[in-house]
């Protein structure tokens, strides 16, 4: 980058060079970059980008397609795309909370798998009414959530066990154990996952007819909005917020202001472990209605990009997570339409994913030739 020309410099610098505004336009910038080296990929495999991109909105209900099935319309796309948008944003905040804290939640599509499979067995297969049953759902998805989540930041504090490597851990026994308990006693022979759960305890109101159409209406998308204000809320304007970002920060210099760092850890871990479970179920009783076994869900992973893209900011989380939901919501019929491979998505994914961490690098350079022309204006 030291040959890049001085007209480029000013542009960047102009764009970019507002440190009040870069929490948004340095994302926006790894967004366009990103949308521009997936358009490469899908040009060198011979297909057009615009294509390409106009039927990722297409398969999630933000344009028309060209026709529609019996009962379907670019409305009903649109709620099973919010279906699939709650849990990512669920677990976007739930790696949000734990980056404020210095800590990197890896496990949370372990978190998910546990709370939907223990809340699948204790409401899921009851014969409970749904007001009961929905609520209940909630309830058990947190605290199973913020108990596996709780372990993790236990370890951390008590014996300085790297979060990353025991969250990894519990992904692979959640995935496994669970898997034989499924296989064992759950499995229905048909689909070969798990029993479907009640309706009563579904948090999605599956192919509920509204007019001539019949939609799938998730209910925990107003919650998962909600959440995202009230975790900036906390992490802003409270204490504990304060005190989490310390020790995110610094760990020695919070402890020397006597602030409880083990507590702290502990405590941002059984929150971001209980969002990671309110993803969960959202996602097994909700979106899917069962459990594929030995599979992790995508969306815990996905959900690092989404947090980081947004800067670990709970309301920038709704629109990343927005972003990256279109992408995986909509391959499906990108890959039908264009003829596209659904991984394509993925590859986009990982590309925002990457020049999203380079977040700290772009602002690093637009400083540097901000100073540079400053210089040279001084020198003039």
């Known amino acids: 980058m030291k040959g890049i020309s001085r007209g480029l410099k000013q542009g960047l610098v102009r764009l970019l060079g507002n440190e009040r505004r870069q929490s948004v336009s340095v994302p926006l910038f790894a967004i366009i970059l990103s949308l521009l080296a997936g358009a490469v990929v899908i040009l060198f495999l011979g297909k057009n980008p615009v294509s390409a991109y106009q039927n990722l909105l297409q398969g999630s209900g933000l344009l028309p397609k060209p026709s ?12 099973s795309f919010m279906n699939a948008w709650t849990p990512m944003l669920f677990a976007s905040l739930s790696v949000a909370v734990a980056l404020r804290a210095g ?17 699948t067995l204790i409401v899921g297969y009851s014969s409970l009414a749904a007001p009961v049953a929905k609520p209940l759902v909630l309830a058990v998805g947190i605290l199973t959530g913020a108990a596996v989540g709780g372990v993790i930041g236990w370890l951390k504090h008590q014996f300085n066990i790297n979060e990353v490597v025991s969250s990894i851990m519990i ?135 989404v947090s980081l893209l947004a800067n670990s900011n ?11 939901t279109i992408i995986s919501k909509g391959s499906t019929y990108m890959n039908s339409s264009s003829g596209l491979e659904s991984e394509i998505a993925s590859v986009i994914t990982g590309v925002i994913l990457l020049f999203s961490a380079c977040g700290a690098f772009i602002r690093y350079k637009v400083k540097n030739f901000r100073d540079e022309l400053e210089e040279e204006r001084g020198k003039g």
């Open 314 to 324: 709970p309301v920038g989380i709704i629109f990343s997570s927005f972003l990256i």
């Open 171 to 305: 992904n692979y026994i959640a995935q496994y154990v669970i898997s034989f308990f499924i296989n064992t006693y759950y499995v229905n022979p048909v689909s070969r996952q798990s029993n479907a759960v009640s309706k009563a305890a579904r948090l999605t109101l599956m192919d509920t007819p509204v007019g001539n159409l019949k939609m799938d209406i998730p209910l925990g998308i107003v919650l998962a909005v909600v959440t995202a204000v009230l975790i900036k809320f906390l992490l802003d304007r409270t204490v504990f917020g304060y005190e989490i970002k310390c020790v995110g920060t610094s760990r020695n210099a919070a402890r020397y202001a006597g602030i409880n760092v083990g507590r702290n850890v502990v405590a941002s871990m059984v929150i971001s472990g209980g969002l990671a479970g309110l993803a969960g179920v959202t996602y097994y009783l909700g979106y899917f209605g069962s459990i594929q076994p030995r599979v992790l869900p995508s969306t815990g992973f996905d959900a690092i990009a």
């Open 68 to 79: 529609y099935a019996g009962y379907k319309s670019m409305l009903t796309d649109f709620t």
């Open 103 to 119: 800590l990197f939640n890896i496990g949370v599509s372990g978190q998910m798998l546990t709370a939907g499979f223990l809340t």
